[in-house]
């Protein structure tokens, strides 16, 4: 049984670019979680998604960053026009219900915008 | 602002030593967890305490929690190496999916 995926390991994006983080929730987890880490700091909260729903996007940025995850296929997160302000990891999480306790975290993407 | 607060930032000791870990948050809360983070890896679970326990066991690992001083304590006992890594601890906010957590302890442990 596969942990939660996450892909790319690592992402260089040059400013003004797309970025595009794909997330494949453990068999069977309808419920999907996004983090943010900036370097040196703790994991930050940013959107919960259920199968074509978000439910709760209250920690992504107003512009420029965007989450879905559709009923077929991963969870993506999107960030356009990327500036150096968004480097950092971006962690996805998974759980069986909507208890985000017992979520289990996939390796992260690294965002490095040069 | 942060939900949960570790201290000490950084700590180093030698192996076979004990590493304490401490945690402060703000508001009420039905659970916390600790996570690790080896250096550029993502997050692995380690404890959830209820906020109706005291104290939990898992191998090496001992968590304390005090509700009434809104703080919890991490203890590795007998550290090894391989225990080098960041340690968070993990709040769940109002919403109860959500996990806030803290900017984390920096363990190394020396041979």
């Known amino acids: 049984n596969a942990g939660v995926m996450q892909n790319p390991r690592h992402l260089v994006r040059r400013r003004g670019q797309e970025a595009r983080l794909r997330c494949s929730p453990m068999?069977?987890?309808?419920?999907v979680y996004w983090y943010r880490q900036l370097p040196e700091e703790g994991l930050k909260f940013m959107v919960y998604l259920q199968k074509e729903n978000i439910i709760d996007e209250s920690g992504m940025p107003k512009e420029r960053f965007s989450a879905e995850f559709p009923k077929e296929g991963p969870s993506i997160l999107r960030i356009q026009q990327v500036v150096r302000g968004d480097s950092a990891a971006y962690f996805c999480a998974s759980s069986l219900d909507s208890q985000g306790a017992g979520a289990f975290f996939g390796q992260g993407t690294r965002l490095t915008v040069v | 602002s942060q939900q949960g607060e570790e201290d000490p930032q950084a700590l180093s000791i030698q192996e076979g030593e004990n590493a304490t870990m401490n945690c402060s948050y703000k508001t009420s809360i039905n659970n916390l967890q600790w996570y690790r983070q080896n250096s550029g890896r993502g997050l692995v679970h380690l404890i959830l305490?209820?906020?109706?326990?005291r104290e939990k066991h898992s191998g090496r690992l001992r968590v304390t929690l005090d509700t009434s001083k809104k703080s919890s304590s991490l203890l590795i006992t007998a550290s090894r190496a391989a225990d080098t890594a960041s340690y968070f601890c993990a709040t769940d906010l109002n919403s109860g999916y959500a996990l806030n957590f803290g900017k984390g302890t920096s363990l190394l442990v020396t041979p």
């Open positions: 068999k069977g987890h309808s419920h």
């Open positions: 305490i209820r906020s109706n326990e």
